[in-house]
């Protein structure tokens, strides 16, 4: 079993084209400039000035008392799950949300969970589909304790969940007494292409976080936010889990530099995601979902290859895309511009038509 990250084929030329994610972006010359201006200290003492900025900031954009810094978005998902749950209990979530399927079973194997994965179109279910997942309240059933979703739904497309939607189904979830969670990974991308405030996407759920290395260009980090007493639990955790850093200032400065320069332009990813979907469209045997966000995820099954060859294919022409539930997914981003896309689409047509 290979555990360790793959390495790109042999004689397969350096990534020209870079679809494959969109935390494949390298920090820009002046975000370093910003990382190496910044004050730091201890984190883990509370000493550093910088990732305080960040995480008052962060707490002010979700409206929320408080929030963490933490290295990754998976950490702040288990942290979540540590601190709402106990063992035994049970998390209710989209049957193709990352904590289920990306997170190396984390959520068994440290918080003691079970996840029940209900369905829908796109990554999401309505309240009704809540309604019906709620279990009795007996010896017998798992006790349910947590609602997580995802907004954006990655594996659902990139789909935006409504505002409504978001909060009739956190609505059940309170009304259960549980509470609510939001994998916000790629949060900032929904509230641009639907140009709701954060504060309000997020104000029915307990927790969010936000993921400063998808699409907004910073080199690691992750900002989970919550009232006062849910952070007080979650810096438990985080120094349990090794989580808590030293000078995570420089980090930190890269986070703020994308909340001033990396956010507003994500609505050009989103386009040249639609651009993409229109070019990709023209490709006989190529089926494409019409992007919310900045993922495109097509289906080839009519066009004679597998999604593994045409990664293949492409690899080998400078072009990485990935292969997500059965579908290839191309990401725009940071580094990826219009003409870049139109390149892509004739790189992809070649590819296919060798089949
Ligand atoms: C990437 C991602 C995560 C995990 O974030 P990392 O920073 O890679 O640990 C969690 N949820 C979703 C929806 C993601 O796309």
């Known amino acids: 079993m290979v555990h360790a990250p793959l390495r790109p084929p042999a004689g397969a030329p350096p990534v020209r084209i870079n679809l494959y994610s969109d935390t494949q972006t390298r920090p820009t010359p ?10 730091v200290g201890d984190e883990q003492h509370g000493d550093d000035p910088t990732v305080h900025e960040l ?7 979700m409206g929320k008392e408080a929030a963490v810094f933490l ?16 063992k035994g209990d049970e998390v209710v979530a989209h049957e193709t949300s990352h904590i289920l399927h990306s997170e190396g079973g984390t959520h068994a194997a440290l918080a003691g969970v079970q996840i029940m994965p209900l369905k829908g179109p796109r990554g999401m279910f309505t309240a009704e589909d809540v309604r019906a997942a709620i279990r009795p309240r007996t010896r017998y059933a798992p ?43 790629r949060l900032m991308n929904a509230c641009v292409a639907a140009g709701i405030a954060p504060k309000d996407m997020v104000a029915n759920y307990d927790s969010v976080w936000l993921d400063f290395t998808k699409g907004l260009g910073a080199p690691l980090g992750a900002v989970l936010c919550g009232s006062a007493e849910f952070i007080g639990q979650a810096w438990r955790w985080k120094q349990r889990l090794g989580g808590s850093m030293r000078q995570a200032g420089i980090c930190a400065a890269a986070c703020l530099y994308a909340l001033d320069h990396h956010v507003d332009r994500l609505a050009e990813d989103h386009a040249n995601a639609k651009a993409l979907a229109r070019g990709l469209r023209q490709i006989p045997g190529v089926v494409v979902e019409e992007p919310d966000t900045n993922l495109v995820f097509f289906d080839i099954k009519g066009c004679g290859m597998t999604v593994a060859q045409l990664q293949e294919r492409l690899r080998l022409r400078g072009v990485a895309v990935s292969g997500l539930g059965g579908r290839v997914r191309a990401c725009t981003h940071l580094d990826v511009t219009a003409p870049i896309i139109e390149e892509a689409v004739l790189e992809i047509r070649a590819a296919l038509a060798a089949a």
Do not use: F
Not at 30 to 39: D, H, I, L, Q
Not at 174 to 181: I, K, L, N, R, S
């Open 143 to 185: 006790p349910q304790r947590l609602l997580e979703v995802e907004q954006t739904a990655n594996i659902g497309g990139g789909a935006i969940w409504p505002l409504a939607q978001l909060n009739a189904v956190a609505d059940v979830a309170h009304e259960q007494g549980w509470a609510t969670h939001m994998d916000g990974a």
């Open 71 to 86: 290295p990754s978005g998976t950490m702040c998902n288990v942290i979540a799950i540590l601190t709402h749950c106990s």
């Open 30 to 39: 002046a975000m370093k400039e910003a990382m190496m201006r910044a004050e």
């Open 55 to 61: 995480c008052d900031r962060m707490a002010a954009l």
